[in-house]
T-cell receptor
Framework: GENVEQHPSTLSVQEGDSAVIKCTYS??????FPWYKQELGKRPQLIID?????GEKKDQRIAVTLNKTAKHFSLHITETQPEDSAVYFC?????????FGTGTRLKVLA | EAEVAQSPRYKITEKSQAVAFWCDPI?????LYWYRQILGQGPELLVQ????????DSQLPKDRFSAERLKGVDSTLKIQPAELGDSAMYLC??????????????FGPGTRLTVL
């Protein structure tokens, strides 16, 4: 069946450094790729998304890149801050059907 | 800003008891999802509604779980009887297909279930 692989499962970075999280999907019909941030005990919240007709999207310190040929997409966080510490989930979707990655626990060390 | 509402936020029950969770999606969102999230893992879809119709319940353990969305607005997820392995966070999400073709899902705060 369809799946999304997400790496790494945990990531520790020093404050101010960059963090990169990678996802690979299997369903070639996927056309929308959101990223969610989930803080402990809170709901997943959308932080950025990208559609299949776009290769890169940036919003302040976060950016997402998509390689449709290789079927992988990545989240980039620059100038990390302690409040970026959370679990991040990627998803690959095609009209209403979401497949989530297993999550990456990001720790930003002050 | 409109949000998905869920209740209760926390539920502790003993195994073999019945539990029910409620979700109120963002107004106007036709699609509603129930997910189960085990600590440290991504959300796993249990059931998906389009208006009042179930469009995907392939991962729903139908011997003990049931879900309904009678009027196509709010929804209830029930477990009867609860088992120890059902302890998890139960998340509800809703979405609405936009003119741009995206169907961003917005999540509720979840119900954390503990089965003793």
């Amino acid at each position: 069946g369809e799946n999304v692989e997400q790496h790494p499962s945990t990531l520790s970075v020093q404050e101010g450094d960059s963090a990169v999280i990678k996802c690979t999907y299997s369903d070639s019909a996927s056309n929308y790729f959101p990223w969610y941030k989930q803080e402990l005990g809170k709901r997943p919240q959308l932080i950025i998304d990208i559609r299949s007709n776009v290769g890169e999207k940036k919003d302040q310190r976060i950016a997402v890149t998509l390689n449709k040929t290789a079927k992988h997409f990545s989240l980039h966080i620059t100038e990390t801050q302690p409040e970026d510490s959370a679990v991040y989930f990627c998803a690959a979707t095609r009209t209403y059907k979401y497949i989530f990655g297993t999550g990456t626990r990001l720790k930003v060390l002050a | 800003e409109a949000e998905v509402a869920q209740s209760p936020r926390y539920k502790i029950t003993e195994k073999s008891q019945a539990v029910a969770f409620w979700c109120d999606p963002i107004s106007g969102h036709a699609t509603l999802y129930w997910y189960r999230q085990i600590l440290g893992q991504g959300p796993e879809l249990l059931v998906q509604f389009q208006d009042e119709s179930v469009v995907d319940d392939s991962q729903l353990p139908k011997d003990r779980f049931s879900a309904e969305r009678l009027k196509g607005v709010d929804s209830t997820l029930k477990i009867q009887p609860a088992e120890l392995g059902d302890s998890a966070m139960y998340l509800c999400a809703s979405s609405s297909l936009t003119s741009g073709g995206s169907d961003t899902q917005y999540f509720g705060p979840g119900t954390r279930l503990t089965v003793l």
